[in-house]
Every structure is written in structure tokens, then in C-alpha cells.
């Protein structure tokens, strides 16, 4: 079964220094993987995904996302945090009947 | 056009009460999702739509009756709830088929039971 682990609940950064939230993933089969952010009482938007077709994504406002099948991972960056990222973040795998499998989610706090 | 709109935003309604909630998007997708979403959780899916036929049922409560009643058209009818149903619901489309697509979702309707 699919599975996906958010390393982290909350991480706390400085405006202008870099962002990492972490997600790992478990799979017999390569994965569709997803990251989405949520701001408070609204949807989920979609930053990015991975398909296999390239291992370094790029993503909406500056986010990118490196997958290493090596270590399981598809964690998400952003070189330089804004406070309008302040918002809740979520892993999330794909299966090829539509379900999506989400993280527990990583809670962004940005600090002027 | 990426995207999906529900209505109502907000829904305050007795245990006794029958309501509805409604979920549209323009963007051809032939599946259709609702989810519901606790404080401080991540989704939890509930139907899967697609091709207007339902697909997946997770086991939910048969107070929550969804239809479809076009592809671009979802509906999620409420009866006698209870209040620990009280959530965010977010409905979401993709294309459905040979990939596995990325879900697009609307703002929520947050649903309070009283």
C-alpha cells in the first residue's frame, strides 16, 4: 500500500531564508506524487507534481521539488520565503484509480 | 479556466435538517471527488465520481447521499447529520484515465452542526 510521511508538523523560518518541508513516500511502483498548499479556510491548490518525467520539478511562486527514488523522498523547496507562503503544506501520492493518499501536512510559519 | 466553485461557503444546519451541498466545474474533467477535512487534518476522501458513475464509496455514512448529475455537476445531499460531521468539505475534478492527474479543488463549504 501507498503511503506518505510528512517529516515535520511545523517549521518555522525568517522571511527572506530558505524553505524545506520534507516528505517521504513508500511505494512498489513509481509514484505520482503531489504537493499542495493550503491557506487558512480555503482549498487545497495545487504547487506542483511529479510524473516521472523529470526528477527536479518546478512549481507555482517559486517552489520546486526534487524526487529521489534512492532515498524515497520528494521534499519541497523555496530559496527565499515570503510571508504570503505562510500556510499549511501537504504530501500527497497518487494512485491509477484516482485516489489521492495525503500526508499528515507541514505547517509553514514565516517571521518577519 | 482551472476552476471549481461550491456553494454554499458556509452551512449551519440542525440534525434534522436536509441540505445540500453543490459543486461545479467547466475545466471537462469526468471525475469528480469529495473529501472532508477536520481541523488540523489533511482530507479524507469520501466518493469518487467518475464518467458520472460512482466509483469509490470509503465506507461513508449513508446520511451522506452524493450524486452527479451531469459531468460537470457534483452534489453531496445531507441528512439527519450529527454534529462531530461538522468539517471543511471540499469537492475536486481531474481528468480521469490512463495518468494519474492532479485534483483540482474548490474553496470548501464549512458545514456546522448543530
Known amino acids: 500500500a501507498q503511503s506518505v510521511t510528512q517529516l515535520d508538523s511545523h517549521v518555522s523560518v525568517s522571511e527572506g531564508t530558505p524553505v524545506l518541508l520534507r516528505c517521504n513516500y513508500s511505494?512498489?511502483?513509481?509514484?505520482?506524487l503531489f504537493w499542495y498548499v493550503q491557506h487558512p479556510n480555503k482549498g487545497l491548490q495545487l504547487l506542483l507534481k511529479y510524473t516521472s518525467a523529470a526528477t527536479l520539478v518546478k512549481g507555482i511562486n517559486g517552489f520546486e521539488a526534487e524526487f529521489k527514488k534512492s532515498e524515497t523522498s520528494f521534499h519541497l523547496t523555496k530559496p527565499s520565503a515570503h510571508m504570503s507562503d505562510a500556510a499549511e503544506y501537504f504530501c500527497?501520492?497518487?494512485?491509477?484509480?484516482?485516489?489521492?493518499?495525503f500526508g499528515q501536512g507541514t505547517i509553514l510559519t514565516v517571521h518577519p | 479556466d482551472t476552476e471549481v466553485t461550491q456553494t454554499p461557503k458556509h452551512l449551519v444546519m440542525g440534525m434534522t435538517n436536509k441540505k445540500s451541498l453543490k459543486c461545479e466545474q467547466h475545466m471537462g474533467h469526468r471525475a469528480m471527488y469529495w473529501y472532508k477535512q477536520k481541523a488540523k487534518k489533511p482530507p479524507e476522501l469520501m466518493f469518487v465520481y467518475s464518467y458520472e458513475k460512482l466509483s469509490i464509496n470509503e465506507s461513508v455514512p449513508s446520511r451522506f447521499s452524493p450524486e452527479c448529475p451531469n459531468s460537470s455537476l457534483l452534489n453531496l445531499h445531507l441528512h439527519a447529520l450529527q454534529p462531530e460531521d461538522s468539517a471543511l468539505y471540499l469537492c475536486?475534478?481531474?481528468?480521469?484515465?490512463?495518468?494519474?492527474?492532479?485534483?483540482?479543488f474548490g474553496p470548501g463549504t464549512r458545514l456546522t452542526v448543530t
Open positions: 511505494s512498489s511502483y513509481s509514484p505520482s
Open positions: 475536486a475534478s481531474s481528468h480521469p484515465g490512463q495518468g494519474i492527474d492532479e485534483q483540482y
Open positions: 500527497a501520492g497518487g494512485t491509477s484509480y484516482g485516489k489521492l493518499t
